[in-house]
């Protein structure tokens, strides 16, 4: 692996076969691979050639420092020019709240996943933006959020939350379980993408459970008090810290009431998959597709 300097010949670089790369590279590196007959380069995660750039197409595009950044609030495809990894961001629609005068449980967060090294082809792969689920009515269970997918990535939707003496529903996160007199458990949580929501104890006119959020499970309701929504997780996949995947408060109970907080991080805005909350909003934000590779 010579490099060669020659004031008449110039610069002979270091070569290798792709089985005999540098066992430890370092960024930049950079040899002539006589099994590709290409240039290439040591780009902190893979080795690339240098006569290849890794593009897409799809989705809102920015930059943030060596990134290129696909942001994707509706469905949508991303389209590579050739085969490669990124880093990936999938979040679902958060469930709705439980709606009755008083003991709903809150929404559930939608599903969070998100890893790096994902490897790509050169085709168009699907991205679907699940939407919120909506608060129930004057009375009744919360709605699931939709499921977003990219690829063969798919978040699940937030569990709806409960109503009087019912449980709250499964979900990426589960939501809250209803309140009243019965004990009613919270839904339970899609591996690896969240966590289940709070439950509500037996009682006299006991407030509704939180919905479980990516970052923690659901509070439980305690006498009249609803209970917290689970936290959410901070990703900057996009540039800018930013929560996802929070889960709702619970509602209040009929004796000493007071609505249960939302989970940290939880914000009454589109496309960050929060579960239904009893403060502000009831329905569940929609999810989100977020999708960066070196550029």
């Known amino acids: 692996m010579t490099i060669i ?13 792709t089985a005999g790369r540098p066992s430890s590279p370092v960024a930049g590196q950079r040899g002539f691979n006589t099994t590709l007959g290409k240039m290439e380069a040591y780009v902190g995660t893979q080795w690339r050639a240098m006569s290849d750039v890794f593009s897409a197409t799809g989705g809102t595009i920015t930059t943030d420092g060596a990134y290129t950044v696909h942001s994707f609030t509706s469905s949508g495809t991303f ?11 999938v979040v679902a629609g958060g469930g709705g709240i439980g709606r009755a005068s008083y003991y709903g449980g809150g929404g559930g967060a939608g599903g969070y996943r998100t890893a790096t090294g994902f490897a790509v082809a050169a085709t168009g792969l699907t991205v679907t933006i699940g939407a919120g689920g909506a608060a129930a009515a004057a009375s009744g269970v919360g709605s699931d959020g939709s499921d977003s997918v990219f690829s063969t990535i798919t978040s699940v939707g937030g ?5 009087t003496d019912t449980n709250g529903r499964s979900g990426g996160s589960g939501g809250g379980g209803g309140g009243n007199d019965a004990a009613n458990t919270g839904g339970a ?11 509500a104890p037996s009682g006299s006119a ?22 917290t929504g689970g936290a959410g997780l901070q990703s900057s996949i996009n540039g800018t810290a930013t929560y996802y ?19 940290t991080g939880w914000a009454n805005t589109a496309n960050r998959g929060h579960g239904g909350g009893a403060v502000t909003n009831g329905d569940g934000s929609s999810g989100i597709v977020i999708i960066r590779y070196l550029t």
Do not use: C, H
């Open 5 to 17: 300097l020659d004031p008449y010949t110039g610069i002979s670089n270091a070569t290798w076969t």
């Open 79 to 89: 389209t590579p020019n050739m085969a490669g990894e990124v880093e990936y961001l």
């Open 159 to 163: 569990g709806g939350g409960g109503t």
């Open 189 to 199: 949580a899609e591996s690896g993408q969240g966590n289940a929501g709070g439950n």
């Open 206 to 227: 006991i407030a509704g459970a939180g919905g479980g959020g990516a970052g923690a499970v659901g509070g439980n309701s305690s006498g009249g008090t609803g209970g």
């Open 245 to 263: 995947s929070a889960g709702g408060g619970g509602v209040k109970g009929y004796y000493s009431p007071a609505m249960g907080a939302n989970g």
